[in-house]
């Protein structure tokens, strides 16, 4: 079958670095994808990995090793804006996206 | 610029009554469109999907249905609500394949009593 697994919840510091982590097994792999999803909202779109390494944007770097089947999202100087549910996605041979369940972040002043 | 519209933001409905969500999309032409559903501290469960005008794919066997009537509207229905079916419902849409970013619309919380 097909599995993402990721932490249900996180607590981090405003200031401080947060790493997500997200490993996965699907039939095929066409790109990772993390969402960020903020309590009553719906997801907005945060990165996407194909290719294995670190893409970086800003606060927020995601990283890829597609031979372990592992991702994670690692955000920088966290703010209290950024507690939210974190979702981590697989595109697989089909294209369709396989969701992960959401890490729930708090952060605490 | 696109934007996608969901409607109702939030439903409150007796078990056994009908369904009709609806969702549509502007500024683009030929989205492939989604319709998802969250309970509450999960992930997405992709229900339907639809590449073009009446063609529907349907992920997950149950008492919903979806159409497609116009290119860039896509209504989720049904015929007799069940309490299992509460949950946030959220709309979609890729320009192509779902490697794309996909772009959610504002949701629609469900709850079935």
């Known amino acids: 079958g097909q599995n993402i697994d990721q932490p249900t919840e996180m607590t981090a510091t405003e200031g401080a670095i947060v790493q997500i982590n997200c490993t996965y097994q699907t039939s095929g792999f066409n790109g990772l994808f993390w969402y960020q999803q903020h309590a009553g909202e719906a997801p907005t779109f945060l990165s996407y990995?194909?290719l294995d390494g670190l893409e970086e944007k800003g606060r927020f770097s995601s990283f890829l090793s597609r031979s372990k089947g592992y991702s994670y999202l690692l955000l920088k100087e966290l703010q209290m804006k950024d507690s939210a549910s974190y979702l981590c996605a697989v595109s697989d041979s089909n294209y369709q996206l396989i969701w992960g369940a959401g890490t729930k972040l708090i952060i605490k002043p | 610029s696109q934007t996608i519209h969901q409607w109702p933001a939030t439903l409150v409905q007796p078990v056994g009554s009908p369904l009709s969500l609806e969702c549509t999309v502007e500024g683009t032409s030929n989205p492939n469109l989604y319709w998802y559903r969250q309970a509450a501290g999960r992930g997405l469960q992709l229900l339907f999907y639809s590449v073009g005008i009446g063609q529907i794919s349907s992920e997950v066997p149950q008492n919903l249905s979806a159409s497609r009537p116009q290119d860039r509207q896509f209504i989720l229905s049904s015929k007799k609500l069940l309490l299992s079916d509460s949950g946030f419902y959220l709309c979609a849409w890729t320009p192509g394949l779902a490697s794309d970013e996909q772009f959610f619309g504002p949701g629609t919380r469900l709850t079935v009593l």
């Open positions: 990995n194909v």
